[in-house]
Structures are given as structure tokens and as C-alpha cells.
């Protein structure tokens, strides 16, 4: 949920017809872009540059691909959310 002037307006709903139970909520990672996938204010070709290190990484605490992630960068109001996963 994020605040708006009129209450809060909900980003994404959770799929409550799947089976979550496999995914532990005690542990969420929350990601931003600038600054952790790329350096801040980076452009074009060099955006992502850290991407395989990130993913090395994460498959290697996380194998089991059960970490839920939470996308916390200014990019998410201005790309499409199919895009962000890409």
C-alpha cells in the first residue's frame, strides 16, 4: 500500500488462489535498483551492471527461490511491473 492523498492504493494484490506456503514471509528482502543492481544515476547499457553478481549471490543463500522480493526503487511507478521482473 502507499499513501496517497485519498488513503492508500494497493501496487500489487498477492494471488491468494496459490500456494504460498512454501515461502517464508519471516524473511523478505526489499531491493532498489540505483545504487545496488547499478551505480546511482547510471545510464543505457551500464544500468544493471551488477545484476549476475546480485543473482550469484542470492542463488547461493537462497537456492530454493522461496525469498520473497520486495522491488523498493523510484523506477517502480514509472515501469511496467512485468518489465521490473523481467
Known sequence: ??????????LVEIDRTKDWSHIDFGAILFVDFDGVLHTEGC????????LPNFVSV???VNPERNLPIVISSLWRPH????????
Open 58 to 60: 542470492l542463488e547461493e
Open 1 to 10: 500500500m502507499i499513501p496517497t492523498s485519498t488513503g492508500a492504493r494497493t
Open 79 to 86: 515501469v511496467d511491473l512485468e518489465d521490473i521482473r523481467a
Open 43 to 50: 545510464h543505457g547499457e551500464e544500468n544493471f551492471c551488477y
